[in-house]
């Protein structure tokens, strides 16, 4: 156990991700986005990049980052005027272009269109926090899974298009994430991956002060602030012990640390095999290892998206990789108790839980170690979640502890 008595860090895996060899990098080709979402951390503006800018980004993530995919995101990358040029200019270049979206803007002639140039995925936003308008005004995040499925079978239908989704997690939603792990579950077979992302804001309950360099700054002038007081440290953990409470056999497989903190759990993905009706076990850190390191081997690229192809691929897992993992072999084990399991599909899904920057008693900021969500800035490579600092100072913004009156 660890100091939070779920999961000891050193028997997971520690996802090999660094600064220059990393699964994914973060694309920004627009600022513009057609809903508001609370929590977000990018200023939502009519700004597009030209064509020649984001070539020029992707040239300066080749030159300093070795990648698997890219990440395009922003605002929303649909309302980019060239997003189905971009998306073969990053599929021409070797690199898997995933589309992170609200899906609002998705139609099914842009998604074919989509396909035909590259995409080799879609990321679809979807809480109960964004204000999608009428049809969907007052949902909880359990009755928006009606739209997460209309994305979804929008996917499969089109057809070898992987499917993730990511919510984030407030104080009053963290209740649901069973219920969408549950739904994951039920549609194994056209979702391949559910992020469930901690909310992190500046408020005014956080006791420290804010600095730009030497200058202090007021903490409500900062881009991503709330005016309430507001649960801001949720931890992945968190979410962990909750989706626990309804399945006790949850476990996760492999993490990534924070910058400060070597036991925090920034990033818990859990692997799990199964079918609609059944989840055979969890899948572990060996097996994890195994796939990075192979993938790495022949396509000198850590492994990120995985394909509908490749998770359909489950039932061979099961029976071929058996002796190099143990979560693989009690899986194997459960599946085989039925010999009639042999003639149907089994399905691989990645359920991931993110828990963004935290702060420490001496206002230390911990990041995740070894990020997938670096983005370029000014020919750097920088946190894409904090960006705004970037932009609206010229620097990362520091925090002290306030001193006691």
Request: glycine share 6%; aromatic share 12%.
């Amino acid at each position: 156990m660890n100091n939070n008595g779920i999961i000891d860090h050193t028997k997971l895996y520690r996802l090999p991700w660094t600064l220059p060899d990393n699964a994914i990098s973060w694309l920004e080709p627009t600022a513009l986005c057609n809903l508001h979402c609370d929590g977000c951390y990018r200023k939502n503006e009519n700004v597009h990049k030209s064509f020649e800018e984001v070539k020029h980004e992707l040239d300066i993530f080749q030159k300093y980052r070795t990648s698997d995919c890219i990440s395009i995101a922003g605002g929303d990358p649909l309302l980019y005027p060239e997003i189905v040029e971009l998306v073969a200019e990053i599929k021409r270049r070797g690199l898997k272009p995933i589309i992170n979206t609200n899906g609002k803007a998705l139609t099914r002639n842009l998604l074919k269109e989509l396909k035909k140039a590259g995409v080799f995925g879609f990321t679809f936003h979807v809480d109960s926090k964004q204000g999608r308008g009428s049809e969907w005004k007052g949902k909880n995040e359990v009755e928006l899974n009606e739209l997460r499925y209309r994305y979804a079978r929008m996917l499969a239908d089109v057809g070898n298009i992987a499917c993730s989704f990511n919510s984030t997690v407030y104080e009053d939603t963290i209740q649901y994430v069973p219920d969408l792990i549950h739904w994951a579950h039920r549609n194994i077979d056209i979702v391949q991956t559910m992020v469930f992302i901690a909310f992190r804001h500046v408020v005014p309950n956080l006791p420290f002060d804010w600095y730009a360099g030497g200058q202090k700054v007021n903490w409500d002038e900062i881009m991503y602030h709330s005016e309430s007081k507001r649960n801001v440290d949720i931890l992945s953990t968190d979410v962990l012990n909750k989706v626990r409470e309804r399945f006790p056999e949850f476990t996760p497989a492999a993490y990534l640390n924070g910058t400060v903190k070597p036991d925090s759990f920034k990033w818990l993905l859990t692997e799990r095999v199964g079918t609609k009706k059944k989840i055979y076990g969890y899948l572990g850190p060996k097996f994890l290892e195994l796939m990075m390191i192979v993938h790495h081997f022949f396509k000198g690229t850590y492994l990120s998206y995985a394909s509908p192809k490749l998770t359909r691929k489950g039932r061979a897992s099961m029976l071929l990789l058996w002796p190099f993992d143990k979560g693989l072999r009690k899986a194997s084990k459960n599946y085989l108790k039925n010999p009639l399991r042999l003639f149907k599909k089994a399905y691989m899904q990645t359920i991931m839980f993110i828990q963004p920057v935290d702060f420490t008693e001496k206002g230390e900021q911990s990041m995740c170690d070894g990020c997938p969500d670096i983005t370029v800035y000014k020919d750097q490579l920088v946190w894409s979640c904090r960006l705004e600092e970037q932009v609206q100072y010229g620097t990362w913004l520091t925090t002290v502890p306030k001193k006691n009156e």
